[in-house]
């Protein structure tokens, strides 16, 4: 059903909805597969820069942790620090000048390492010395679980997760949540703990590696402990909700909902530490870039259908007002006007088309021409036949008459005379007929071969062998007699010696061959070539009307493959062969035809 629909379209519509059709298809797929792997590819690729952003956080925390490491590890190597350690070996007077030394010492490494709030040795009896803090008179560190943590973990550096609950106060006001404290165990040579030392860095020095990484538009990059104590964390209403419990491996991707909205974590652990380093962006805000980008890309479809559907327009009126002009044209010509000619612009198939079309037109006008050409010639031969045939009319009554009254005196040769040359006239009227059968044919020319006989008496002699099968065949009348008089008086009656006529027919295929044979003079070889050449071209000026008559009338009714021919040989005599279509039914004459009843009624009656 669709495909005839399709196939009843015009050319036009065909092509308009060719176009849209594949338009509607190839931008459909475009449109789903970008959409889908352009999606996918947006999260990939946030996903992989992610990672990347949060090894890049990692690895510059652990860089200023392993700094802080390299402090502690420079700090605790001294031997001044040792002995305060072992304070309780030391003399009073040692551990004052001891005192004085470290005190210089932190001063020193303060100036060194900016980023460094405060540094503070506590030996395991509690004692302890700092330039930045000092020590409530409540409680002994050794309460503490910070401290206790520290000691028993020996060389590992160690958070302290909750810097107020250390006993230790800033002489100058300092946010404790500014700062991020370490504290790593100091070991004897039995590798037993002798105290610790605490360095609070300042937690500005993190957010300085971290505050120019960037995630996207919303994206942030945040810092977690074991304990879900946010070491690092921008201010967010996202972030109050995380928790350390979503995080079970390593390193991972996860995706949770907060406040309605999904969110994309990207995680992995620092180096030494149970803390993660996470990257959290919304998968909203960024799949919003994906549906941007798609609109976009929708807008750009759109043109670019509008554009291809303006050039299919275009392109499809390019071809069908050539071929709609030529549809116009035949109609002309199919009406019969074969003057127009079509506009040849390009060498194309269209173009092609018009070209063949012009030269059908040009030959049709020839073959017109040449029609009205033959038609005019058939014609004046069949005006000219009617003349002959006129002529015979009143010769037909006047004889008819002389026979009547050669009847009264009893003059049989006249009878037998005047009744040959009647048949004659019979046959030459034949009730305006111009095709009559070979048997009728044969009839008229034996009658004028009888009238002959007894003009030429002992000197003519003739034969006629024509099977009875041929004889129903139909043919043009008067084709027989002007060949064979053409034989009589230029063959025989030229060679002055008795000669014979033969009459004989033959089939071969679809052609009926007539042969006129006589014994006559004949002919040159020369003579023989220019008369077939004459019949051959259809343009008489050397010979006789009787001849030329009929080879016309056989070639203006079946066609140049028939007509007449010529064989001869001086001294021997002439063949002259006649072949036309085999027809058995009678040939319909054209409306140019004149009924001979128009002719012959009135006259008739005169008789």
Same mark, same amino acid.
Not at 340 to 359: H, K, P, Q
Not at 493 to 503: L, T
């Given at each position: 059903?669709?495909?005839?629909?399709?196939?009843?379209?015009?050319?036009?519509?065909?092509?308009?909805?060719?176009?849209?059709?594949?338009?509607?298809?190839?931008? $459909?797929?475009?449109?789903?597969?970008?959409?889908?792997?352009?999606?996918?590819?947006?999260?990939?690729?946030?996903?992989?820069?992610?990672?990347?952003?949060?090894?890049?956080?990692?690895?510059?925390?652990?860089?200023?942790?392993?700094?802080?490491?390299?402090?502690?590890?420079?700090?605790?190597?001294?031997?001044?620090?040792?002995?305060?350690?072992?304070?309780?070996?030391?003399?009073?007077?040692?551990?004052?000048?001891?005192?004085?030394?470290?005190?210089?010492?932190?001063?020193?490494?303060?100036?060194?390492?900016?980023?460094?709030?405060?540094?503070?040795?506590?030996?395991?009896?509690?004692?302890?010395?700092?330039?930045?803090?000092?020590?409530?008179?409540?409680?002994?560190?050794?309460?503490?679980?910070?401290?206790?943590?520290?000691?028993?973990?020996?060389?590992?550096?160690?958070?302290?997760?909750?810097?107020?609950?250390?006993?230790?106060?800033?002489?100058?006001?300092?946010?404790?949540?500014?700062?991020?404290? *370490?504290?790593? +165990?100091?070991?004897?040579?039995?590798?037993?703990?002798?105290?610790?030392?605490?360095?609070?860095?300042?937690?500005?020095?993190?957010?300085?590696?971290?505050?120019?990484?960037?995630?996207?538009?919303?994206?942030?990059?945040?810092?977690?402990?074991?304990?879900?104590?946010?070491?690092?964390?921008?201010?967010?209403?996202?972030?109050?909700?995380?928790?350390?419990?979503?995080?079970?491996?390593?390193?991972?991707?996860?995706?949770?909902?907060?406040? &309605?909205?999904?969110?994309?974590?990207?995680?992995?652990?620092?180096?030494?530490?149970?803390?993660?380093?996470?990257?959290?962006?919304?998968?909203?805000?960024?799949?919003?870039?994906?549906?941007?980008?798609? &609109?976009?890309?929708?807008?750009?479809?759109?043109?670019?259908?509008?554009? +291809?559907?303006?050039?299919?327009?275009?392109?499809?009126?390019?071809?069908?007002?050539?071929?709609?002009?030529?549809?116009?044209?035949?109609?002309? +010509?199919?009406?019969?006007?074969?003057?127009?000619?079509? &506009?040849?612009?390009?060498?194309?198939?269209?173009?092609?088309?018009?070209?063949?079309?012009?030269?059908?037109?040009?030959?049709?006008?020839?073959?017109?021409?040449?029609?009205?050409?033959?038609?005019?010639?058939?014609?004046?031969?069949?005006?000219?036949?009617?003349?002959?045939?006129?002529?015979?009319?009143?010769?037909?009554?006047?004889?008819?008459?002389?026979?009547?009254?050669?009847?009264?005196?009893?003059?049989?040769?006249?009878?037998?005379?005047?009744?040959?040359?009647?048949?004659?006239?019979?046959?030459?009227?034949?009730?305006?007929?111009?095709?009559? $059968?070979?048997?009728?044919?044969?009839?008229?020319?034996?009658?004028?071969?009888?009238?002959?006989?007894?003009?030429?008496?002992?000197?003519?002699?003739?034969?006629?062998?024509?099977? =009875?099968?041929?004889?129903?065949?139909?043919?043009?009348? *008067?084709?027989?007699?002007?060949?064979?008089?053409?034989?009589?008086?230029?063959?025989?009656?030229?060679?002055?010696?008795?000669?014979?006529?033969?009459?004989?027919?033959?089939?071969?295929?679809?052609?009926?061959?007539?042969?006129?044979?006589?014994?006559?003079?004949?002919?040159?070889?020369?003579?023989?070539?220019? *008369?077939? +050449?004459?019949?051959?071209?259809?343009?008489?000026?050397?010979? %006789?009307? %009787?001849?030329?008559?009929?080879?016309?009338?056989?070639?203006?009714?079946?066609?140049?493959?028939?007509?007449?021919?010529?064989?001869?040989?001086?001294?021997?005599? $002439?063949?002259?062969?006649?072949?036309?279509?085999? $027809?058995?039914?009678?040939?319909?004459? =054209? &409306?140019?035809?004149?009924?001979?009843?128009? *002719?012959?009624?009135?006259?008739?009656?005169?008789?």
């Amino acid at each position: 059903m669709l495909g005839r629909f399709y196939q009843n379209l015009c050319i036009k519509n065909k092509i308009l909805l060719s176009f849209v059709f594949v338009l509607i298809v190839s931008f $459909t797929t475009i449109g789903v597969l970008y959409n889908t792997s352009f999606q996918k590819s947006m999260k990939d690729f946030a996903e992989d820069s992610t990672f990347v952003i949060i090894e890049q956080a990692s690895r510059q925390i652990e860089t200023r942790i392993d700094g802080i490491r390299h402090l502690i590890t420079q700090v605790e190597s001294r031997d001044d620090v040792k002995a305060f350690m072992n304070s309780a070996t030391v003399s009073s007077d040692e551990l004052s000048l001891t005192r004085i030394g470290l005190r210089n010492m932190l001063d020193t490494y303060r100036e060194l390492y900016s980023e460094v709030s405060s540094i503070t040795l506590i030996s395991k009896n509690g004692d302890y010395i700092s330039n930045e803090m000092y020590k409530p008179q409540w409680g002994a560190f050794a309460d503490y679980e910070w401290f206790r943590d520290c000691m028993e973990h020996g060389d590992e550096l160690r958070v302290v997760s909750n810097p107020v609950s250390r006993n230790l106060i800033y002489y100058e006001p300092v946010s404790i949540d500014g700062i991020l404290c *370490l504290a790593k +165990a100091v070991s004897d040579e039995d590798n037993r703990s002798t105290g610790i030392v605490m360095i609070d860095l300042k937690l500005e020095a993190v957010e300085d590696a971290l505050e120019s990484i960037v995630i996207g538009k919303e994206g942030f990059v945040a810092i977690m402990d074991s304990n879900e104590q946010l070491i690092y964390s921008p201010v967010n209403k996202i972030v109050p909700h995380i928790r350390e419990s979503w995080f079970n491996e390593k390193s991972g991707v996860l995706v949770k909902e907060i406040m &309605n909205e999904r969110f994309q974590f990207i995680y992995l652990n620092i180096s030494g530490f149970d803390w993660k380093v996470m990257g959290v962006f919304s998968l909203s805000s960024t799949l919003q870039q994906v549906t941007d980008t798609r &609109n976009i890309l929708i807008i750009i479809l759109c043109c670019s259908a509008f554009v +291809a559907f303006v050039m299919a327009v275009a392109f499809s009126s390019s071809i069908v007002k050539p071929i709609k002009k030529l549809e116009t044209l035949m109609a002309h +010509a199919q009406d019969g006007d074969l003057s127009v000619r079509f &506009n040849v612009l390009y060498e194309d198939e269209i173009g092609n088309l018009g070209t063949a079309f012009n030269n059908m037109l040009a030959q049709m006008q020839m073959l017109v021409a040449q029609v009205f050409s033959e038609q005019k010639k058939k014609r004046i031969a069949e005006l000219k036949a009617l003349q002959e045939q006129i002529k015979p009319h009143f010769l037909y009554n006047t004889f008819d008459t002389i026979n009547w009254m050669a009847r009264k005196y009893d003059a049989e040769d006249i009878v037998y005379v005047v009744h040959c040359l009647t048949n004659i006239f019979r046959t030459g009227l034949s009730s305006g007929s111009e095709i009559i $059968t070979l048997r009728e044919e044969v009839a008229h020319v034996e009658n004028y071969l009888k009238i002959q006989k007894v003009r030429y008496g002992d000197i003519l002699e003739y034969n006629i062998d024509i099977a =009875d099968e041929l004889k129903d065949c139909y043919v043009y009348k *008067l084709i027989l007699q002007p060949v064979v008089e053409n034989a009589l008086y230029h063959g025989i009656k030229r060679s002055r010696r008795k000669g014979n006529i033969s009459i004989s027919a033959y089939r071969e295929g679809e052609t009926l061959c007539l042969v006129v044979k006589d014994d006559g003079v004949g002919m040159e070889e020369e003579q023989v070539s220019k *008369l077939n +050449a004459i019949f051959q071209n259809g343009n008489n000026t050397e010979m %006789g009307y %009787g001849l030329f008559n009929v080879d016309q009338r056989i070639k203006l009714s079946y066609g140049n493959d028939y007509g007449l021919h010529i064989d001869s040989i001086v001294g021997k005599g $002439t063949v002259v062969t006649i072949t036309i279509k085999l $027809t058995t039914p009678p040939r319909e004459l =054209d &409306n140019t035809a004149i009924s001979a009843d128009l *002719l012959t009624s009135k006259e008739e009656d005169e008789c």
